[in-house]
């Protein structure tokens, strides 16, 4: 596999402190072994894929999951649990400039869209996955960034037809929200989950509609003539028709239409421990509603229903355990800046996973152009929970030659440019990572 990434990093070391590990536990699932016929196979068993097998099964087709670990082993089992609105990261005016403004309009619909195909699934299959927050919140850091959410408020209403609170500096202590910030903008869709239940859930959902989900079964070479030939080390897999679901973890050669498409970047999450009552009033930090800045390294964060605070952020061009470790001193030197009343305070868990960009900023979802019967759906800006789910039902009506019932914007529907450099494109992230640095993020 031609990986864009060290392959300490597709090893077990950047996740072995995941807190989402230490709240589920492994299914159980086989590994793949001998022949192996199916309708469709899919390749990776994270949100992408298990939703797609999942709509696949409940449609009554033979379809087979092939995972190189365990299901949501990926970004899918260790993200932050935000399921918001997003997937199309360029900002509006760009969207706009490059696919005209009813595609940009159509685009933001289908964001809201995804979040009602992950609600949908948690509801109908009855998963529990601590699920808390009444939509999301985005904090601003001065008087310019509440001009800047009174407009954004206006186009979201606009856009969506729901209306955007404006929180301004003398209202923040009420909504529990103290901190560095000048002011915020909760936005009344989505809500926070435990990504690994929610993975796990969709995997076991699946499996209960007659899907087969095999784990430790990574896929080493596809061959295509008439039907699909996937290879493993135990197992020889044929399917009349193909997904390939993995995203930041995809490799240039499997298949080679993947090459340079994508951008693997990292994201670093931490746990705390369990807050007391007075370090939570110290700090003024009580509200549950799932939270993030307006930073370019993108401080994500939440306060958990068990007390836990949960801190994320972008970052990190490298990955080795030396890396590692100096990505866990970044974080947390900005979790104390950000939060200074829990400088104190112990943070147990601390890992990174791999998001997948574009080169336009936008995801996609459809046929693998040079690959007939092939589909594929990936780069959803970090933003994966929502429209990861979402874009995995479009391809499961795509790959049975049925119109998706889901909402398919046009701009979802074009194949991502290649980034130049090939395997080294991350030096695409060097410089705007350097900047941040020294501007302070």
């Not at 589920?24 to 068993?45: E, M, N």
């Not at 999301?136 to 856009?159: C, H, N, Q, Y």
């Not at 039907?227 to 499997?254: M, Q």
């Not at 009343?341 to 147990?348: F, I, K, L, S, Y």
């Amino acid at each position: 596999m031609k990986h864009v990434f060290p392959e300490h990093t597709y090893g077990d070391a950047p996740r072995a402190q995941c807190y989402w590990g230490d709240t589920v536990s492994d299914p159980g699932y086989p590994a793949a072994s001998g022949q192996i016929t199916c309708d469709i196979a899919v390749i990776g068993a994270g949100f992408t894929g298990l939703s797609a097998a999942l709509h696949l099964a409940e449609s009554g087709a033979d379809v087979a999951v092939l995972e190189t670990n365990t299901p949501g082993w990926g970004a899918s089992g260790r993200n932050g649990g935000f399921c918001c609105l997003g997937g199309f990261g360029a900002p509006d005016p760009v969207i706009a400039k490059l696919h005209g403004e009813n595609a940009r309009a159509e685009a933001r619909r289908a964001e809201m869209a995804a979040v009602e195909t992950a609600a949908d699934l948690i509801e109908r299959h009855d998963l529990q996955v601590n699920r808390h927050s009444d939509g999301e919140t985005v904090m601003g850091f001065t008087p310019r960034s509440l001009a800047g959410f009174e407009a954004e408020s206006k186009r979201i209403e606009v856009d969506l037809g729901i209306t955007p609170q404006i929180i301004p500096n003398e209202d923040l202590a009420q909504h529990g929200m103290t901190g560095p910030f000048h002011c915020g903008m909760s936005i009344p869709v989505g809500f926070a989950l435990n990504p690994a239940k929610y993975a796990l859930g969709l995997a076991q959902a699946a499996s209960t509609q007659g899907a087969r989900i095999f784990s430790r079964s990574p896929v080493q070479r596809i061959d295509h003539g008439n039907r699909f030939t996937l290879h493993t080390d135990s197992a020889r897999i044929t399917a009349k028709r193909l997904i390939v679901a993995t995203n930041g973890y995809s490799s240039d050669d499997l298949p080679r239409w993947m090459r340079a498409r994508y951008l693997p970047a990292q994201s670093n999450v931490l746990v705390t421990r369990t807050l007391s009552d007075e370090e939570i009033a110290e700090q003024g930090w009580s509200s549950h509603q799932m939270a993030y800045d307006e930073r370019f390294f993108l401080h994500y964060f939440r306060l958990m229903p068990n007390r836990r605070f949960l801190f994320g952020m972008r970052g990190g061009l490298f990955s080795s355990p030396a890396q590692d470790a100096r990505m866990h001193r970044t974080i947390r030197s900005h979790f104390e800046r950000m939060f200074p009343a829990w400088a104190h305070v112990d943070t147990p868990y601390s890992w990174n996973g791999l998001l997948s960009l574009s080169r336009d900023m936008t995801p996609y979802a459809g046929p693998i152009p040079e690959m007939p019967g092939a589909f594929t759906a990936l780069s959803y800006q970090g933003n994966g929970v929502a429209m990861a789910s979402h874009a995995g039902a479009i391809l499961a009506d795509l790959v049975q030659d049925k119109t998706p019932s889901r909402a398919y914007p046009s701009i979802l529907r074009k194949p991502p440019r290649r980034f130049p450099l090939g395997r080294f494109r991350r030096a695409w992230l060097w410089p705007p990572y350097a900047v941040a640095a020294l501007t302070g993020g």
